[in-house]
């Protein structure tokens, strides 16, 4: 970073362009509910759980046959929590049970506001847990999932993950909190002693200043990984390469990673799929059975992060509307000196967590690159850094791209893996030694339609004939990337689309509601959906009769139509659940013909549906165009009151993502799924997979993702998890490889060793 911009820094007397005064008291406390006099207060009942009230805590045993157990607390009056500009719900908790437990803390006020917090009670734990409920570090929006702490108390903080902003909260109505465990795989238990509400507390006024050393880590805190020298790094490199010479992954694979030892099948050449008595198998291109154990986001794109500067010459903001990458998928973008030089902080708080950013002039400013649109965060654009690339080239030298590139091949076979998961950079595609998954987004100017929670962005309307022609480019520059190659198992397009959520009939067909709403003139959705109903009922009265509606005619009809209300009569239900089949079946027939037009030797592994974002209709949609379904699916392992539905589907299906991370990382977030330890981290990682090989369903599961979020979080959304293979110098998490190698070592034993060879 230049001179300049560090004399100016340190010249700001205003962090974040708010004067932070410190806090001048010490925290004050009351019990807000006490579960340690042996009796179940009023306001305690059961979600799906039992309660056992002692002297010792009231001890709640959750039941993993329901995908939500733990407790609700619904005070008679709304509890007061407010009045300190600094205050936190404290759980005294304890947990001496086998194994650890990831609760949900959600606080909701009598407006309907609420919010959720997360934690996992390590088994041996007994202390305390805080929520934060009000802090000055809430009115920085910092551009991460979560923060450090802004306090130094001896309690361990819940991980925000999300919810209504503190803005919105009424903390003297606090109608209910509810602790609970989501999809457990086992049964677990865990004690709740009391709540306490503690205020005044000191706010730490340093708790984003100098955050990150210049590797990237955390550098106010210690940990098992983290590197103190250049020297350091490059011992461990050197370490571990002299390590996977001498060792190699398991001897029982074939070519293409498929069970060599086991029965031999039809070869067609490339990857397909088969079912073998009650299960489903990947078959690879020589004839063996193979199941895609692998690792996804191998790749630069998610590596950088916002440094706080932007540049007035505007010329790398310039969007290509014909691009088929979008940006949070986009490689390292070099930016001129002639732009540099045009360098401003544009967000004083971002900057000023750092410590140590190359000069402009320095070998390892190769690493700045820049974004030019975000999802969320306090940034729009402006100028990101890789520390994760720069500590590839300390490790490795001047051709550490290649030298990465070997490395995570050998790492690859060494810990057992089968293949990369989604979203490896094709760099990996001509491998030869690892089979890989290709991939694409369907982006343009083509028309959408919203579910009303369009979580990462509005959907196609397949309907439109734009789409189809942006579909064609996207699958044709895949399919130059591939170029046939045997190695490539399939394609995924697209990714976690909010095609629709469970939890009411509104958002359930939210697609078609907001669709109806619109007029046919401007929706081709709109008017396929029009077509669609003039042929099931011909005229206006049938469907007025059917639905219970008053529209005057077709034309009134074709103008928009909002149904208003949750009272829809059933067969106004089954024409939305028929409707939104028929998009989904559109989107997807597009999509299936395209990948069989320009791949027809290639799977289509479906857009990885969100667990939070499908329903039956789409994925009956599914069924019928894909070769193997796609589930993004982020918990402990593969509940059964989840996944109930698979015999009904009978089809092919692999994870297109899961993880876990624990903030013994230093990392500010574990990830979604929070173990308590690096050592957890590999027992639910075990968990998970062998919950995956176990089901007849599954062809496959992918760990997402390869190295660890940036500490300042990934410029796309903030994401700043700890749920990588590696850090972000580059060095493995030993727990997670070992028990990788663990699963992998008997993988096709476990999940095909009962089918005759």
Known sequence: MTKFLNRFLAATTAFGGLQLSAAAVQPNQRVVLDLSTGNLPAAVSATQSQLIPSEDGLRVLLDASQPYSGLNLTPAEPWDLSGSSESALVFDVAN???????????????????????????????????????????????????????????????????GSQPTDFNL?????????????????????????????????????????????????????????????????????????????????????????????????????????????????????????NGIANIRMANTSTYTGIDYRDDSLRIIDPQDTTPEDSKGMVKASKSVTDTAFVANRLRYGMFKGLPEYDDPLAKHYSYRRESHTGPIEHGQTYSFYQANLERRYGDDFMEQWQDVT??????????????????????????????????????????????????????????FRERARVTIDRIAKEVNGSPWCVGVFVDNEKSWGRMNSNTSRYGIVLNTLMRSSFESPCKTA???????????????????????????????????????????????????????????????????????????????????????????????????VISYNYYQEGLDDSFWNFLPEIDMPSIIGEFHNGSTDSGLFHPGLIHAADQADRGRWYKDYMNSVI???????????????????????????????????????????????????????QKKFGDLEK
Do not use: C
């Not at 917090?117 to 041996?124: A, L, T």
């Not at 955050?211 to 461990?236: C, H, M, N, Y």
């Not at 972000?728 to 008997?746: C, F, G, M, R, S």
């Open 96 to 162: 001496h049970g086998e194994r650890s437990v990831q609760i949900f803390v959600t606080v909701r006020d009598s407006n309907g506001a609420s919010a959720v917090r997360s934690v996992n009670i390590p088994r041996g734990f007994d202390g305390s847990l805080y929520y934060e409920l009000s802090s000055q570090s809430q009115q920085f929006d910092a551009g991460m999932r979560d923060t450090p702490d802004p306090w130094e108390i001896d309690a361990t903080r819940l991980i925000w993950m999300w």
């Open 172 to 292: 003297s109505q606090i109608a209910n909190v509810s602790v609970v465990a989501h999809h457990n795989l086992f049964d677990k238990a865990f004690t709740l002693k009391r709540l306490r509400l503690l205020t005044d507390i000191p706010y730490d006024e340093s708790q984003f200043k100098g955050i990150v050393d210049k590797f990237g880590q955390p550098a106010k805190s210690d940990f098992t990984l983290k590197v103190k020298t250049e020297k350091e790094l490059r011992r461990l490199a050197q370490m571990e390469l002299t390590q996977l010479k001498e060792e190699s992954g398991p001897d029982d694979r074939s070519k293409f990673q498929g069970w060599k030892t086991g029965p031999k099948l039809e070869a067609t050449g490339y990857f397909r799929t088969e079912k073998i008595g009650s299960k489903w198998a990947l078959i690879d291109p020589e004839g063996y059975l193979f199941f895609s």
């Open 409 to 466: 091949i050998e790492r690859m076979l060494d810990w057992g893996f089968t293949s990369f998961g989604n979203w490896v950079d094709p760099a990996f595609y001509d491998n030869q030694r690892i089979p890989y998954f290709a991939n694409g987004w369907i982006i343009g100017d083509f028309k959408t339609v919203t579910s009303g929670f369009d979580i990462w962005a509005p959907l196609p309307d397949p309907f439109d004939p734009k």
């Open 529 to 627: 959906f029009d077509l669609y109903l003039k042929g099931r009922y011909k005229t206006i009265a049938a469907l007025n009769n059917a639905w219970d509606t008053k529209i005057d005619n077709w034309e009134s009809f074709a103008g928009g139509f909002d149904l208003g209300h949750e009272n829809y009569s059933e067969a106004m239900l089954a024409d939305l659940a028929d409707l939104l089949q028929l998009y989904a079946e559109e989107y997807f027939r597009i999509v299936n013909g395209e990948l069989k037009r320009a791949m027809p030797n290639h799977l289509y592994m479906g857009v990885r549906f969100a667990h939070w974002g499908m329903t039956p209709e789409v994925v009956e949609a599914a069924k019928k165009h894909m070769d």
């Open 694 to 748: 176990e089901n007849d369903y599954f062809v496959g599961a992918h760990w997402f993702q390869y190295i660890d979020s940036p500490a300042t979080g990934r410029a796309h959304d903030g994401e700043n998890y700890n749920v990588g293979f590696v850090s972000i110098t580059d060095v493995p998490y030993q727990d997670l490889v070992n028990a990788a190698k663990e699963v992998n070592e008997t993988l096709y």
